[in-house]
């Protein structure tokens, strides 16, 4: 059971990281701004529909997609650690990750499927932490990786809605600092994850 929930916090902490719906509510209100409430609504319901259903289809199908592809769990987790991290550095750094620059967005609800769904919330780091996730673990655990991310889904939903009262109590300085603090777990998690892939790869774990 203790397992069980410390599995539960890791995967939450790791998916509050990469998706940050502190940081990237910023990037809605600049997407979205002169459209009508309920347009907005509407993207955000969409791009957190969409960036759920990518997540899980490839949590479901990661296993099949290593086969195919003929990846093995070590080389994936290396390599999306070194991924994960490089997200991290440049948030660290208060640069806009490659994956997630957005130039010249017209206000139109298409941009809840690009950028918002992808890649701002279902880009490679979601995607590689996720996957990371549901390598080796049980059925249920990944039905709690699901349950997990639907529930970060919900929350990023909530963000957004909320994110013009929000920002106008907080304030930029504040989301700027909790974006660099996510940055640093970000490259926490990614570093772990190059750690297990090198353990793996040398048959060191206990």
């Known amino acids: 059971m203790d397992n069980l929930v410390t599995f539960s916090i890791t995967v939450f902490t790791g998916f509050f990281?990469?998706?940050?719906?502190?940081?990237n509510m910023t990037v809605f209100l600049s997407l979205t701004q002169g459209a009508d409430e309920r347009t907005k609504r509407d993207i955000n319901k969409r791009a957190n529909i969409i960036a759920f259903i990518i997540v899980v289809v490839f949590v479901l199908l990661g296993k099949y997609i290593f086969e195919l592809f003929n990846i093995s769990i070590p080389a994936f987790k290396i390599t999306g650690g070194i991924l994960i991290f490089y997200i991290g550095f440049e948030m660290l750094q208060s640069k806009k990750s490659n994956v997630k620059n957005i130039k010249d967005v017209h206000i139109d609800e298409n941009i809840a499927v690009s950028?918002?769904?992808?890649?701002?919330?279902?880009?490679?780091?979601?995607?590689?932490?996720a996957m990371n996730f549901v390598a080796n673990v049980t059925p249920f655990q990944v039905f709690l990786v699901i349950a997990i991310f639907g529930s970060m889904s919900l929350l990023t939903y909530i963000t957004f809605r909320l994110s013009k009262y929000i920002v106008k109590v907080v304030g930029y300085n504040v989301i700027s600092v909790i974006g660099?603090?996510?940055?640093?777990?970000?490259?926490?998690?990614?570093?772990?994850?190059?750690?297990?892939?090198v353990k793996l790869s040398f048959n060191l774990l206990s």
């Open 180 to 197: 660099k603090i996510m940055g640093l777990i970000i490259a926490i998690i990614g570093t772990g994850m190059i750690i297990e892939g």
């Open 17 to 23: 990281a990469i998706t940050n719906p502190i940081s």
């Open 115 to 129: 950028p918002l769904a992808i890649p701002i919330l279902a880009g490679p780091g979601t995607i590689v932490t």
